[in-house]
């Protein structure tokens, strides 16, 4: 296994202790991604909060060579699903497109960082 850790993530590592992704065989299982700053907060904006996890997700795909097409699958996890699910697929329009990856989102009462209302986790195939 090999762990793939983005500089600007590098900190959260260390206090926190769990890979932000790891190489699995032939994929790339990554953590659950908030919308967060690389100054660790997060935007109170839902709009603002989803393209940021997403734009870390790109980052953290690009550390091996990988974009969202090479994304098979994904879990996001939402508080407060109903009232957001609209905008959350608006944003990942924007980033995912056909063949899109298989996909569960969940509705749940809260995340580990005050203030977050998602959290996006994705499985890549490398090539």
């Known amino acids: 296994m090999k762990v793939v850790i983005p500089a600007w993530m590098k900190p959260i590592y ?20 908030i919308g967060i700053r690389p100054d ?24 091996v060579g990988l974009t969202f097409a ?3 699958e994904m879990t996001t996890y939402h508080v407060g699903l109903s009232g957001q699910i609209d905008r959350f697929i ?7 497109s056909a063949p899109y990856p298989a996909w569960t989102a969940v509705g749940i009462s ?5 203030g977050a209302a998602v959290e996006i986790q994705i499985t890549a195939r490398l090539s």
């Open 70 to 72: 090479d994304v098979t």
């Open 90 to 96: 608006a944003v990942k329009d924007t980033f995912v």
């Open 14 to 33: 260390d206090s926190y202790h769990y890979a932000p992704a790891v190489i699995d065989g032939d994929h790339l299982r990554c953590s659950g991604m």
């Open 40 to 63: 660790l907060s997060v935007p109170e904006d839902l709009t603002e909060q989803v393209t940021l996890a997403f734009e870390n997700l790109c980052g953290l795909l690009a550390e």
């Open 110 to 114: 809260e995340l580990a960082i005050p």
